[in-house]
T-cell receptor, first 114, second 116 residues
């Protein structure tokens, strides 16, 4: 079974530019999560999808961050415009159903904003 | 809101020794779940072990065991016979239920270094 795929693995941009990250969850996994992990901290949930619907986006900075999962499979997370404090690793995770099942994480995208 | 505390920023252990990573939590929920994840330098989060609040026995997975003390609200990870490949960041996390949605709340992590 293929794992959670993310691209790109690394991205360097200047502040005020825009950037997009892509995630393809494990086949059949209905729930998809995007996390932000700032250096030296644990991951923080940004947004959670159940199929193509948003379940929780309470910690997503909606003035600059957006995410979609149009067909209930892969997902994109966008930042526009980026700020210096957005430098972090962005992790995507998925589970079969919403529950206490362990979340399977992708390798992450390391974003550096200069 | 739920909270996870990991008080050890870094741990150094000799190869083959056992190591305990501390985790305390705060919640008013009766039903909750606790997870441990490993994050090597490659960045991927690897699930290690899960403990449900109603589980009567401590969870075990190979060399990993969870020392669950409900009254003290602690869920320490024990790694037996440590190996060089165990060097990584370790995160404790709690499943939080909010408005019908379940999400994980992570602690700050502990960096474990295994010395040969």
């Amino acid at each position: 079974e293929a794992g959670v795929a993310q691209s790109p693995r690394y991205k360097i941009i200047e502040k005020r530019q825009s950037v997009a990250f892509w995630c393809n969850p494990i086949s059949g996994h209905a729930t998809l999560y995007w996390y932000q992990q700032i250096l030296g901290q644990g991951p923080k949930l940004l947004i959670q999808f159940q199929n193509n619907g948003v379940v929780d986006d309470s910690q997503l900075p909606k003035d600059r961050f957006s995410a979609e999962r149009l067909k209930g499979v892969d997902s994109t997370l966008k930042i526009q415009p980026a700020k210096l404090e957005d430098s972090a690793v962005y992790l995507c995770a998925s589970t079969r159903t919403e529950g206490y099942n362990e979340q399977f994480f992708g390798p992450g995208t390391r974003l550096t904003v200069l | 809101a739920q909270k996870i505390t990991q008080t050890q920023p870094g741990m150094f252990v000799q190869e083959k020794e056992a190591v305990t990573l501390d985790c305390t939590y705060d919640t008013s929920d009766q039903s909750y779940g606790l997870f441990w994840y490993k994050q090597p330098s490659s960045g991927e989060m690897i699930f290690l072990i899960y403990q449900g609040s109603y589980d009567e026995q401590n969870a075990t997975e190979g060399r990993y065991s969870l020392n669950f003390q409900k009254a003290r609200k602690s869920a320490n990870l024990v790694i037996s016979a440590s190996q060089l490949g165990d060097s990584a960041m370790y995160f404790c996390a709690m499943r939080e239920l909010l408005q019908g949605a379940q999400k994980l709340v992570f602690g700050q992590g502990t960096r474990l270094t295994i010395n040969p």
